[in-house]
Antibody, heavy 117, light 108 residues
Framework: EVQLVESGGGLVQPGGSLRLSCAAS????????MNWVRQAPGKGLEWVSY????????YYADSVKGRFTISRDNAKNSLYLQMNSLRAEDTAVYYC??????????WGQGTLVTVSS | AIRMTQSPSSFSASTGDRVTITCRAS??????LAWYQQKPGKAPKLLIY???TLQSGVPSRFSGSGSGTDFTLTISCLQSEDFATYYC??????????FGPGTKVDIK
């Protein structure tokens, strides 16, 4: 069974940093590209970042470019999102999702990041 | 960047109704479109991909159509478990993905 489990969310002050993790199981993690997607309270889904299976290709949404860094460790079946210079507008539930041809079938349960003083 | 719009943003319906949600892309995306259902506190669930292909296990009352810039999601006979928010997503510009703003379907 495919499982994606996010962790690392919490309360952080504006300007602070946080590192999210996504633990993958039930599939060959090193064969799949992965994404981070976020959802602000009461708002829609926003794609945040993409990383290819080998980490050779990385993309970010303009809203996080220069502040967030996506990475992965295929040996540990883990995906990461390092978030720096956090702002109030980064407050959201952050999901990891597995990329596949035609839609994203597998998502984690999400981890809440709250940026507030 | 490709922008996605959806209409309506929300509406009320009754069980048994036939409902249609529209999604429009700012440029042609062929059939590189997926639809998701999301319930409060849950991750999105993939319903349809390639604009009209039903994901395995999704009830046949859900259907999708369209290509280019205009797409629709239809629920032929609304059930109680279908009250949720629906999002379209383009993956034509892979790996730069865009979601629509969502359409909330609630009970009349």
């Amino acid at each position: 069974e495919v499982q994606l489990v996010e962790s690392g969310g919490g309360l952080v002050q504006p300007g602070g940093s946080l590192r999210l993790s996504c633990a993958a199981s039930g599939f060959t993690f090193s064969s799949y590209s992965m994404n981070w997607v976020r959802q602000a309270p009461g708002k829609g889904l926003e794609w945040v970042s993409y990383i290819s299976s080998s980490s050779s290709t990385i993309y970010y949404a303009d809203s996080v470019k220069g502040r967030f860094t996506i990475s992965r460790d295929n040996a540990k079946n883990s995906l990461y999102l390092q978030m720096n210079s956090l702002r109030a507008e980064d407050t959201a539930v952050y999901y990891c999702a597995r990329v596949q041809a035609g839609g994203w079938l597998y998502w984690g349960q999400g981890t809440l990041v709250t940026v507030s003083s | 960047a490709i922008r996605m719009t959806q209409s309506p943003s929300s509406f009320s319906a009754s069980t048994g109704d036939r409902v249609t949600i529209t999604c429009r892309a700012s440029q042609g995306i062929s059939s590189y479109l997926a639809w998701y259902q999301q319930k409060p506190g849950k991750a999105p669930k993939l319903l349809i991909y390639a604009a009209s292909t039903l994901q395995s296990g999704v009830p046949s009352r859900f259907s999708g159509s369209g290509s280019g810039t205009d797409f629709t999601l239809t629920i032929s006979c609304l059930q109680s478990e279908d009250f949720a928010t629906y999002y379209c997503q383009q993956y034509y510009s892979y790996p730069l993905f865009t979601f629509g703003p969502g359409t909330k379907v609630d009970i009349k």
